[in-house]
C-alpha cells in the first residue's frame, strides 16, 4: 500500500458494489472501505484527509443522510467532496442529498469509466480549491505581518515625532501619554452613548494613535516663543497658532497622499484640534459638526491635559478645577455630545492623572 496516494473510500453494505468500485479506483488510489454508515463514520474521524467518498443510500445501522448529516455538523462535507451511489430513481431523495453540498450523484447500474471520470474531475476540483485556500491564507498571513511590521513602524516613527516636540516644549512625556489614554476614553463613551457616529472599535484605535502627532507643528515654533515664561502678546500668539498648519505641512511629507483612514484621521486632528463649536477656534473658525470628530475629541483632552499639567508659564489646575472650566466654557465651547461623555468619564480622567504624578513615567 503507497501512502503517498490519495484515498478514497468506498461506503457500501452490498460487498459486490465495493468490489466492482475498488476495481474502478485501485490503480490510481488508496481504498478504504465501510459496509455501513457507523463504519464510514469511523472511517472519516481516522482518515480526514479523504480525497473523495462514494456514499450508498440504503444502509444498515446508519444510513446515507445520517452520515450526511454527521459530516455537515462537523463542517466535512466542504473539505471532503461525496459522491452518492444510489439505485433509486430520480426524486426527492436525491434533492435531499444535494441539500448537504454533496459534490455529485450517480446511479445504479453505473459505467465504470463514467465513474472514474466524473470522480477524478471532482478530485481535482476539490484540490484546486483547497490549494487556492491555502495560497490564500498564506497570503492573509503575509498581510497580516506586513501590517504589523508598518503598524510597528509608524509607531516608531510617531514616538520619535511627538518626543521630539516634548524635548523642545521641556516636557516630561506625560503629554502624549494622557492625549491618547483621555482621547480613547471619550470615543469609548461616544460610541456606546451614540451609535449615530458610527464609531468602530478600528476607527478609535487609529483616532489614538493620530491623535499623538496633534502638536507636532511646534517644531516649527521659535523657541523664544515656545519655552517664554510669561504670557505671549497678541503677536506672538498668532506664531504659535501657526503650528497647525506647519503641523500638516509635515504630515503631508509623511503620510503622503492621506488617503487612508490613519492620515487623514492624524492630518484632522493636526489642523483642527483648536476649532470649537461655536466657530471661535482657529485656524480655519469652523462650527459644529463641520469639525471632523476626531479633531473634537482630542480638542477636548488637549484643553483638559493644558490645565492640569504643569508649563513654564503657570502652575497645575486641580482636576476638579480644569473639569468645572470645560464645562463652564472658559476653554471655548465644545461638541454637547462630547462634552456628556466628557461628564460620564470625569472619574477615569482624574484617574489618570493621578497615576502618572504618583509613577512618574518619564
Sequence with gaps: MNRGRQQILIVDDEEINRMILKGVFEEDYEILEAEDGRDAIQQIENNPNLALILLDLIMPVLNGFEVLEYMQSHGLIEKIPVILITGETVGDSEDQAYSYGIADVMHKPFYPYIVRRRAGNIIELYQNKRNMEEKLREQEETIKLQEHRAREDNEFVIHALSSIVEFRNFEA??????????????????????????????????????????????????????????????????????????????????????????????????????????????????????????????????????????????????????????????????????????????????????????????
Design 173 to 362: 512625556g506625560e503629554h502624549i501619554r494622557h492625549i491618547k489614554s483621555f482621547t480613547k476614553i471619550l470615543l469609548e463613551q461616544l460610541m456606546k452613548n451614540y451609535p449615530e457616529y458610527g464609531l468602530t472599535p478600528k476607527q478609535i484605535d487609529e483616532m489614538v494613535r493620530a491623535s499623538a502627532l496633534h502638536d507636532i507643528g511646534k517644531i516649527g515654533i521659535p523657541d523664544d516663543i515656545l519655552l517664554k515664561p510669561d504670557l505671549l502678546t497678541p503677536e506672538e500668539a498668532q506664531i504659535v497658532r501657526k503650528h497647525t498648519g506647519i503641523g500638516c505641512e509635515i504630515l503631508k511629507k509623511f503620510c503622503g497622499n492621506l488617503k487612508d483612514d490613519f492620515s487623514r484621521y492624524c492630518y484632522e486632528i493636526c489642523r483642527y484640534h483648536h476649532e470649537r463649536w461655536d466657530g471661535n477656534g482657529y485656524p480655519e473658525h469652523l462650527a459644529g459638526n463641520a469639525v471632523p470628530i476626531s479633531a473634537q475629541v482630542v480638542a477636548i483632552a488637549d484643553a483638559y491635559d493644558e490645565l492640569v499639567s504643569p508649563r513654564v508659564y503657570k502652575s497645575a489646575y486641580a482636576g476638579e478645577v480644569a473639569y468645572d472650566m470645560i464645562l463652564n466654557g472658559e476653554c471655548g465651547q465644545f461638541s454637547p455630545d462630547i462634552l456628556e461623555c466628557f461628564k460620564l468619564a470625569k472619574e477615569d480622567f482624574f484617574d489618570i492623572v493621578e497615576v502618572t504624578d504618583e509613577f512618574n513615567f518619564s
